[in-house]
């Protein structure tokens, strides 16, 4: 069983920044071995693919509507994914989880298997 816990959501203005971590515990010695993602949800629409990385970090994948603004990187050392999230804005706002790609393409929520609880960001205007 592997566990993911998401931090770092919270209340920030409009072209503000945020830093979100998801760290893995539980059966972790595989961490390293599977890629990993970030979706978003808010209220009243489906979830949908944010940011996605490799197994070494070496490939990373982005929504068209956060390119060039948010950014994902892992520290496999750590067990850990993030989320660098700038020049926000209140589209920005859902619930964040992040998610261990199992099987599949990397953007379709069907492809992971364990996920976090997700946490808050909401973004002022």
């Known amino acids: 069983q592997v566990q993911l816990v998401e931090s770092g959501g919270g209340l920030v203005q409009a072209g503000g920044s945020l830093r979100l971590s998801c760290a893995a515990s539980?059966?972790?010695?595989?961490?390293?071995?599977?890629?990993m993602g970030w979706f978003r949800q808010a209220p009243g629409k489906e979830r949908e693919f944010v940011a996605a990385i490799s197994w070494s970090g070496g490939s990373t994948y982005y929504a068209d509507y956060v390119k060039g603004r948010f950014t994902i990187s892992r520290d496999n050392a750590k067990n850990t994914v993030y989320l660098q999230m700038n020049s926000l804005k209140p589209d920005d706002t859902a619930v964040y989880y992040c998610?261990?790609?199992?099987?599949?393409?990397?953007?379709?929520?069907?492809?992971?298997?364990?996920w976090g609880q997700g946490t808050q960001v909401t973004v002022s205007s």
């Open positions: 539980g059966r972790t010695l595989s961490f390293s071995s599977y890629a």
């Open positions: 998610g261990r790609l199992y099987s599949g393409s990397y953007n379709t929520y069907g492809s992971y298997d364990y």
